[in-house]
Nanobody
Framework: QVQLVESGGGLVQAGDSLRLSCAAS????????MGWFRQAPGKQREMVAS???????NYADSVSGRFTISRDNAKNTVYLQMNSLKPEDTAVYYCNAFRIRFGLPRDYWGQGTQVIVSS
């Protein structure tokens, strides 16, 4: 069982930066694909960025060039550096850990951290 705890959210103005962190425990962190998702009020949860166990990143078009995902396997932590924030980035941001083990998907979520971007 993997536990994920997000931190770093807050209220910022458009154009500002934030760095989210997600600390993992209870599993072999380096073997998981890690991701950041977000959910705005009245909208479905969407993928923001992901990073493979080998460190290859992938981004949603809406954040490409502004957000950077990274991981520190020694600290069991994944980060999301968010620059040039826009009001439409306002959402609850969730950390996700995913891997296939013995042919079965293993999928874990944090409780989320709120990001509010004012115009």
């Amino acid at each position: 069982q993997v536990q994920l705890v997000e931190s770093g959210g807050g209220l910022v103005q458009a154009g500002d930066s934030l760095r989210l962190s997600c600390a993992a425990s209870g599993g072999t962190f380096s073997s998981y694909m890690m991701g950041w998702f977000r959910q705005a009020p009245g909208k479905q949860r969407e993928m923001v960025a992901s990073i493979t166990s080998g460190g290859a990143p992938n981004y949603a078009d809406s954040v490409s060039g502004r957000f950077t995902i990274s991981r520190d396997n020694a600290k069991n932590t994944v980060y999301l550096q968010m620059n040039s924030l826009k009001p439409e980035d306002t959402a609850v941001y969730y950390c996700n850990a995913f891997r296939i083990r013995f042919g079965l998907p293993r999928d874990y979520w944090g409780q989320g951290t709120q990001v509010i971007v004012s115009s």
